[in-house]
């Protein structure tokens, strides 16, 4: 019996039935008796395992039965079916595209040659999209201006032919997963503006005068930021100018060049939206337009710059995120987001930018309840939808993106994934949010691609959403198994969208409380031991004592410490970020705001982790002052405040004691309180980066100088009260060496020298011993015992020592510097800076001693003698003993005092006719050596970046230690890891090698340059 006869008889009939049946076709008898037909081509075995694979088997096969006819009008049935036999992939392609998309199993019916995009190792059509389609419609893809040959029907229909089968092979990639959602909406949003590009050389056809201007087209929302549906409107901006004359144009006025741009976007808009014999493409949309339909269709440059700069609201702002030029003239594209970018970042931070964005969005939704009954099946502008992630992502972008320029990716994803990566969304929360959008977009994809039509609802059908189940592999509920996926997405979206969009920075937590508490103490202990904690037990003991009882407090850190437990882990030394969350904890836990503010803003959350994780010494400063924790929130806050304010601060500390009967330990230990705070900020800031080495110096020198001032205005209260009459002579406090330079350290002491000057009439003796009796109170005052780093005033670095007088009057300076001085004096002079006391004063101490460390005609040779032996003697008597001089990051060669010596010989040699190098810093020195031509720039960069490298180490090493050490940690190593981290270095031995390799090529221009070495 032969195969069509035996498929007659009622036994074969019945298992064929069953077995389709089991397959997923739900017209098990009609698929049967269409396959009957098929089974004459040996086809049937193939086919039917294929065909029950796909979203819908009975639209498959239909699509299959109606192409198969039509490939063989065409002369290609023959290869179609040999394709279908012998190619698993091309099957699988080819079958399930047609059981999604009933359009393109139509399009195929009507173009059958172009299966063979889905066949096996089909080659992607020929040229990119853009050249692709020009060619298509006729146009030259490689003239600057294509421009198509007519604008007819034909020419039309062509350019849609073109662009589905493009469509087409994307989709047999996308739909059997070989083509990720993001990849997808990149392609389409590509291929989106090769048909504008295709559009606009139909447009030429249409616009004779069109050379007359430039037009670019600006692609908007998800075409500018390359994440476009299959089926969606296109919207855009254009951007038009007079074409020069010059350029090959024609030239004239901006007025007739920009009708002619207008009609030429206008016959664009029509090339891509009119509907033919093969269907529209996608409405082009300008609403989005300054003053939108409303306004002109092509405005200038300097056009779209006035109403920007002056009338768009705040939604247009959020709009050009995603501008991006698509088509058209390229320049002129790069010069409108040039001119537009900074702009919407500006404007971001207007001061009722955010309320702005969260009343419109609050609009939309209360809009979309009153419009539609559809709106919980909205895909989109729905509950839990994808304008829910969108907002909440473009909100934070415009939020903190002005500051940090890694947040402004246009595309969703991308920009959800730097929000994560720069800590401003909790790691968890993002990859909710991602999977979510991912999962709602192949879902917005999947129910566009069955008819090709712009739609955002889910399916209320039952057909339907069993198609879209299977096409997303559900296979033993579709329907439910898809339903109770879409409906959990949507509430997680929700709930992080509240969160991170009407309070845009809230912490997102990953657990629930108390599900640390269902490990075992063994269990718990291998974890944390995994995670890097040296002691799980006691940080086992450290959690128990913060998450015990059923208080608000304890609830509230059982939600925090899961996810802080894995920052802290992130850290350098864990066990220490954990202990001093915990002391911090124990100060502030009943403070109302203080866990609310971790809980709700992830930044400080995080930023405290690796505060408490890798510094002693900023752990030890917010022990003290734990009130500071509120600093985190914002880089604003952590930036250095200028002395002027911290001077005028800490004055009005001591005033305000000053008018009452305070003691004056008590009125200094406050403003060591406000010091205290400040090195705070100044250290999380060098810790978090947002400082460098120059900022540092600078800030550490204010708070000291501030610091000094309003002791010394304590002092001289303290001693007017005591002797009861005026202190009869003016004051100053010449800050010396790193203080005077404005590159202190965090452990660094206040080297200074003390003036004074009688009053007029004054006794000399009574006038030298009140400025004394100040001095040495002003000196006890800041030595007494504190609980903050203490500022040792060292006032060695004056005339004659410690053999001279601690005070000396100006007079008396001016004698010994006449007739005494040595060039080390000068050369000490070089970092003299008059910051506290008498303004008077410090303006006449400076004007002595310019001439003397800035010498007319500069030193002489055997003074730099002298400067040579005295460098060279330091370098061998002063290292501490047994100490490797290649890792001394201050007398080792190549460290901050070979750079130092080289750029203050500089200023005692040529200050005097070079302005630039009167200045008490070293690498402004060097940089107006460079200026002057007394140095060369590579030699001064390498000296500069030594210098920033050796203060870095300094710095840092006193941060994780909390006590200075100018020695690379080489022997404990948890403390030289950690020094390797906070400096961002992959590893210990990266940091050595880096700074051997700074210092090495550091002290060859020393040797050069400070020695005259050849």
């Known amino acids: 019996m032969d195969p069509v006869t035996e498929s007659r008889t009622p036994e074969r009939r019945s298992s064929l039935a069953g077995r389709l049946a089991r397959l997923g076709f739900t017209d098990a008898a009609r698929a049967e008796r269409l396959l009957l037909d098929v089974e004459k081509d040996d086809l049937l075995d193939v086919l039917l395992e294929a065909l029950g694979g796909t979203a819908d088997p009975d639209l498959a096969l239909d699509g299959l039965l109606r192409l198969l006819p039509s490939a063989d009008e065409n002369g290609a049935g023959g290869e179609l079916r040999e394709a279908l036999a012998e190619e698993a992939g091309t099957r699988e392609r080819l079958t399930t595209v047609l059981g999604v998309s009933a359009a393109l199993g139509d399009h195929l019916v009507r173009h059958p040659e172009h299966w063979r995009v889905l066949r096996d190792g089909a080659a992607p059509p020929a040229g990119s999209p853009r050249d692709d389609l020009l060619a298509a419609v006729g146009a030259d893809p490689s003239a600057e201006e294509p421009v198509a040959p007519g604008a007819g029907a034909e020419t039309l229909a062509a350019l849609r032919v073109a662009y ?81 004359a010059g350029s090959g144009g024609s030239g004239g006025s901006e007025e007739a060049a920009l009708r002619a741009a207008t009609r030429l976007a206008a016959a664009m808009m029509r090339a891509c939206s009119a509907t033919t014999a093969e269907g529209a493409l996608w409405e082009v949309d300008a609403a989005l337009r300054p003053e939108g339909k409303a306004g002109p269709l092509v405005r200038t440059l300097a056009s779209h710059r006035a109403y920007y700069e002056r009338w768009a609201k705040t939604w247009e702002f959020q709009a050009l995120l995603k501008a991006r030029p698509v088509a058209g003239d390229a320049d002129l594209g790069r010069d409108y987001l040039d001119m537009i970018t900074p702009i919407v970042w500006r404007a971001a931070g207007g001061e009722s930018f955010v309320e702005d964005v969260q009343a419109m969005r609050r609009r939309v939704e209360a809009d979309l309840d009153r419009r539609t009954a559809d709106a919980e099946r909205q895909l989109k502008l729905g509950p839990g939808g994808l304008r829910d992630v969108e907002f909440a992502v473009q909100l934070l972008q415009l939020v903190h993106g002005r500051a940090d320029e890694t947040l402004r990716a246009r595309a969703t994803l991308d920009a959800l994934a730097d929000l994560s990566r720069g800590g401003y969304v909790g790691r968890d929360d993002a990859a909710a949010l991602a999977a979510a959008y991912r999962f709602l977009r192949r879902v917005e994809h999947l129910v566009q691609l069955h008819r090709l039509r712009r739609t955002h609802l889910v399916p209320d059908d039952e057909a339907d959403l069993r198609r879209v189940g299977r096409a997303l592999g559900l296979r033993a509920d579709p329907v439910g198994e898809f339903t109770a996926q879409w409906r959990r997405h949507a509430r997680e979206v929700r709930r992080i969208h509240e969160k991170l969009f009407y309070r845009p920075l809230l912490l997102a937590v990953a657990r629930l409380p108390g599900r640390e508490a269902r490990l075992t103490p063994e269990a718990a202990r291998a974890r944390l031991e995994a995670l ?104 604003a806050d952590l930036t250095p405040r200028p002395f002027e304010a911290l001077r005028s601060e800490a004055l009005s500390a001591v005033r305000r004691h000053a008018e009452g009967t305070t003691p004056a330990e008590e009125t200094v230990a406050v403003v060591r309180g406000l010091r205290r705070r400040e090195l705070f900020r100044v250290a999380v800031g060098d810790l978090l980066g947002l400082v460098d080495v120059r900022e540092v110096g600078e800030a550490l020198t204010g708070i000291a100088a501030a610091t000094v001032e309003a002791a010394l205005r304590a002092a001289v209260t303290k001693v007017e009260a005591e002797s009861g009459r005026p202190v009869p002579t003016r004051i100053a406090v010449i800050a010396m060496g790193r203080f005077g330079g404005h590159e202190l350290g965090y452990g660094s002491d206040a080297d200074v020298m003390f003036v004074h000057d009688p009053e007029p009439g004054a006794d000399e003796r009574a006038a030298g011993r009140a400025a004394h009796a100040v001095a040495e109170e002003l000196r006890r005052l800041l030595a007494l015992p504190a609980p903050d780093p203490p500022l040792e005033i060292d006032p060695n670095l004056r005339p004659e020592g410690k053999r001279g007088p601690l005070v000396r009057t100006l007079a008396s300076y001016a004698a010994y510097y006449a007739r005494w001085s040595q060039p080390w004096e000068a050369q000490a002079l070089l970092r003299a800076d008059p910051l506290i006391g008498d303004p008077e004063l410090r303006d006449r101490f400076r004007d002595l001693i310019d001439p003397v460390r800035w010498p007319e005609g500069g030193v002489d040779d055997d003074a730099v003698r002298q400067i040579r032996r005295l460098k060279a003697r330091m370098e061998s008597e002063r290292l501490p003993r047994g100490a490797d001089r290649r890792l001394h990051t201050k007398l080792g060669p190549g460290g901050l005092s070979d750079v130092e010596w080289v750029a203050q010989l500089l200023q005692l040699q040529h200050a005097h006719e070079v302005p630039g190098l009167r200045t008490t810093r070293t690498l402004d020195a060097l940089d107006a050596a460079v200026a002057a031509g007394l140095l060369d720039a590579e030699d001064a960069a390498v000296l500069a970046e030594a210098w920033c490298l050796a203060t870095r180490i300094r710095g840092s090493i006193m941060l994780v230690r909390g006590r200075a050490s100018d020695l690379l940690p080489s022997d404990h190593h948890r403390e030289r890891s950690a020094v390797t981290r906070v400096l961002g270095y992959p590893g210990p031995g990266d940091l050595l090698e880096d700074y051997s390799r700074h210092a090495r090529r550091a002290r060859a221009v020393v040797d050069r340059v400070f020695y005259g070495a050849d």
């Open 164 to 244: 589905r089968r493009r469509l087409l092979a994307l989709a047999g990639r996308d739909l059997i997963g070989a083509a990720d959602v993001a990849d997808v909406a990149a392609e389409l949003a590509d291929l989106a503006a090769a048909a504008l590009e295709a559009g606009l050389a139909i447009a030429r056809a249409e616009v004779p005068e069109h050379g007359s201007c430039r037009l670019a087209v600006i692609g908007m929302g998800k075409c500018g930021a390359r994440e476009l549906n299959y089926v969606s409107d296109v919207d855009v901006i254009f951007v038009a100018e007079p074409r020069d």
């Open 532 to 635: 890097g904690y040296a002691d799980p037990a006691g940080a086992l003991r450290h959690i128990e004592a913060l998450t015990s009882g059923v208080s608000r407090r304890a609830a509230i850190q059982r939600t925090l410490l899961p996810v802080m437990l894995g920052w802290f882990a992130d850290a350098p030394d864990p066990d220490a970020g954990l202990l001093g969350f915990r002391q911090v904890s124990d100060a502030l836990g009943t403070t109302p705001w203080y866990l609310r503010l971790l809980r709700d803003e992830v930044t400080v959350a995080e930023r405290m982790a690796w505060v408490l994780g890798c510094s002693r010494y900023a752990t030890d400063l917010l022990l003290r002052a734990p009130d500071a924790v509120a600093m985190l929130g914002t880089d």
